[in-house]
């Protein structure tokens, strides 16, 4: 009977033992994989959609998302970082407010084993696994001909107006883009660089609006108002050096460029101030990412990227190293075009695009 009754118990045991670790089994097994999501701001109006629609397509991959946003402070975004790698993240979604800075953060995350991938902005290093963005040479270069093209370059008469005076509003200096933004603006202008004269060229820092309106509000009054185009970087800045320029009765009258088709951005041109924007289709970049993402998570290989030195990714030719990246086309728009690639496409609701727009001026919602 004493026999039979441990038997019993030793049996009992062995069963629930193997209970506990098949739960054990698929505990772990169901425990979804952790990807980080780290953003520099959610000031620029495409930053917290975007952020959002890779967590949405994340988590319906069946990831777990951890979203982190910096306020354009580098050592909260490396912090955020260092904290998101010690919850477990597996794989990061950087978009760096300091492509110097976030360096450190980003190869003590690969160095645990995070995949990250560089998104829209480079982090210098090439222990990212991968960079994704558009071309951003080419909207720097899109933005100075669609500038020029407003103040009809070709046909300006040096002997009749003088050479023709341009503000430049870099974007904020930490942000590689911005540099490579100048780099495309550059090459664009250097045709016609005998009738340009440089009046003002400063960088915005942050890609504040508000610092852009004090710097164009500077701007006019060491001008003394004479100033004939304006290439800003992006809508934001472009609009801030708008309203400075509105209260001087400049606004509608002197071209100015911008980036991004932000539904204000869009409007503004509609309404003949801003002159011309960059359509980036961020709804193609965030899909990138997610796959990308995945494929580097399951150890797949990964179509379609391209090896670039980061030298030429920084316009700088002692940065070493090379990084696998991967640019999404830019399209230029301007009044011509807004309604065909802008709205046709609900890149941006008609309503914000024609807001203040009598109805009779506007064309047929699609
Ligand atoms: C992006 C722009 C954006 C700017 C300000 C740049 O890195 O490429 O689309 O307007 O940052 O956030």
Same mark, same amino acid.
């Given at each position: ?27 772990? #097994?169901?425990?979804?994989? *952790? ?17 959002? @629609?890779? =967590? #949405? ?17 580098? #050592? @909260? =975004?490396? +912090? ?9 993240? !597996? ?6 407010? +300091? ?15 995070? *995949?990250?991938?560089? &998104?829209?902005?480079?982090? *210098? ?8 963005s558009f071309d951003n040479t080419e909207v720097g270069r899109q933005q100075a001909q669609?500038?020029? =093209? ?25 942000? %590689?883009?911005?540099?490579l933004f100048?780099k495309g603006q550059?090459e664009a202008?250097?045709? &016609? ?30 001008? %003394? ?8 970087? %992006? ?10 320029? !509105? ?12 980036q ?18 960059i359509?980036k ?46 640019f999404l086309p830019v399209v230029q ?5 807004? &309604? +065909? ?13 024609? !807001? ?5 001026? !506007?064309?047929? *919602?699609?």
């Open positions: 009977m004493k026999m039979r009754f441990t038997r019993l118990f030793a049996f009992s045991l062995l069963l629930s033992l193997f209970a506990v670790s098949l739960g054990a089994c698929a505990a772990e #097994k169901s425990a979804p994989v *952790k990807v980080g999501i780290s953003m520099s701001d959610f000031a620029t109006e495409r930053w917290k959609p975007e952020a959002e @629609l890779i =967590q #949405k397509l994340l988590e319906e991959k069946g990831y777990e998302v951890l979203v982190q946003e910096a306020n354009h402070d580098v #050592k @909260l =975004q490396n +912090d955020q970082v260092e904290n998101m790698v010690s919850q477990g993240i !597996r794989g990061l979604i950087i978009l760096a407010e +300091d492509g110097d800075e976030a360096v450190s953060a980003v190869e003590k995350a690969a160095a645990a084993g995070v *995949k990250v991938i560089s &998104y829209d902005r480079l982090v *210098k290093t090439d222990k990212i696994s991968a960079y994704l669609g500038l020029m =093209q407003a103040v009809d370059i070709e046909n300006w008469d040096v002997a009749v107006n003088g050479k023709l005076r341009l503000v430049k509003l870099g974007g904020s200096p930490t942000d %590689n883009n911005a540099i100048r550059d202008l250097e045709p &016609y660089a005998d009738k340009i004269e440089v009046v003002a060229d400063q960088w915005v820092d942050d890609w504040d609006p508000a610092n852009a309106l004090k710097l164009m509000e500077n701007i006019l009054a060491a001008t %003394n108002n004479d100033i004939d185009a304006v290439l800003a970087s %992006n809508d934001g800045t472009a609009l801030g050096a708008l309203e400075a320029m !509105r209260a001087q009765g400049l606004a509608g009258v002197v071209p100015v460029s911008g991004d088709a932000t539904a204000d951005g869009c409007n503004s041109i509609v309404k003949g101030e801003l002159s011309v924007t359509f289709d961020i709804r193609d970049l965030a899909p990138k990412a997610v796959g990308l993402m995945d494929s580097l998570l399951n150890g797949e290989s990964v179509q379609g990227m391209q090896q670039f030195s980061l030298a030429e990714l920084t316009n700088t030719p002692n940065q070493t190293g090379f990084v696998q990246a991967y728009v301007n009044q011509a075009n807004l &309604y +065909d690639t802008v709205v046709i496409s609900g890149f941006q609701p008609y309503e914000s695009v024609y !807001r203040d727009i009598p109805e009779d001026q !506007r064309p047929p *919602k699609p």
